[in-house]
């Protein structure tokens, strides 16, 4: 791995390779006041005994509008771009997890009441707003984000960082996810879809983000006096 982004013309943060195979990465972080605000989850855990309970919404948009912000950064390559979102939040783990990874690629869902239609024909429909890799166009389900291959969602905490990715169901350039053989990808289950119907899967493992534990890193002197 190494540093990719060129000050002055921009661009992604890291060029990596392994063995044959190469890809562009562009990095960013979520502040954990930001997470806090748009969820309502406060940066702490109330500890007084009678206050442990409170509300707290997903932070959908808040990704979403992320991700639309760093696809520029990760146009313009021949190889797979995959783009990281981080965060250090206490409820980063559940904001940022399977089921937060599950919304992005399809948006929020709602529950769909036919009118004048038997019971048995509720089900689950999405307008595709805050979809990170689809929109609706003159009624047709259409992909977007095409330079962007996969997204992960990391969540940083003092010995790991927890892991799910994304996979873009049609990209320019496909990640190879037998680079990563533990974590959860969620994707499509088929592109293109039959009669706008959205089917998503987890591939390799079930969707439980994966453990990446930390390791303490120290600097020799020579090594410190050549940075």
Known sequence: MKLAEDISKGGADFFCSSNDVKFIVEVTCIETESVANQSGWKKEVPHTPNKTAFFFGMITHMLRTKVSSKTAQLSGYHIPGI???????????????????????????????????????????????????FRFKNGSLELCRRNISAIFLISIFDDKSLIVGILHPDPKYVFPIMLLPTVPFVRMKKWPPENNIIEIEWVNIKPKAEKFYHREIIFKDGELKSK
């Open 83 to 133: 783009l990281i979102i981080a965060s250090e939040h206490i409820g980063a783990d559940f904001l940022l997890g399977p089921s937060s990874a599950e919304i992005l690629l399809t948006s929020d869902t709602k529950i769909e009441v036919p009118i004048g239609k038997p019971i048995n024909k509720v089900g689950l429909s999405t307008d595709l707003k805050d979809s990170i890799f």
